[in-house]
């Protein structure tokens, strides 16, 4: 299952250059984690902590490739569905050589192959 949710960059994202100020793509995962857990499990995160549970996040790692300026529709990026048998991971790259979870060689299958 993959979970999609588009965020508009707003003024209130970006430094003086009209550029996502980083820290806030930290706050737009918590918000598409919180939509996720609404929109799917059913439950909103003031149900689960009234309820004494929670998700907790206990380690983050991100990759910056690009700028992403005021105006900007972030989307879900492309990935395809090939399952690592080393890992289980079932979205990568498309043009992924190795698993990003484990390491695993890929052989992902394209057009030209
Ligand atoms: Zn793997």
């Known amino acids: 299952m993959i979970y999609h949710r ?3 960059i707003e003024f209130n994202h ?4 009209g550029i996502v100020f980083f820290p806030r ?10 939509n996720f857990h609404r929109d799917v ?3 909103s995160y003031a149900q689960m902590m009234a309820a004494q549970q929670g998700v907790p996040t206990v380690r983050v790692e ?4 690009a700028p992403v300026r005021l105006g900007q529709t972030l989307l879900r990026p492309h990935k395809v569905r090939f399952p690592c048998d080393q890992c289980g991971l079932q979205v990568h790259d498309p043009d992924a050589v190795h698993c990003k979870a484990c390491g695993n060689l890929l052989c992902i299958p394209d057009e030209g192959r």
């Open 6 to 8: 588009p965020i508009q």
């Open 14 to 17: 970006c430094d003086p250059a």
């Open 25 to 34: 793509f930290y706050e737009m995962v918590s918000s598409v984690c919180e």
């Open 41 to 43: 499990g059913g439950l």
């Open 62 to 65: 991100t990759d910056f490739h």
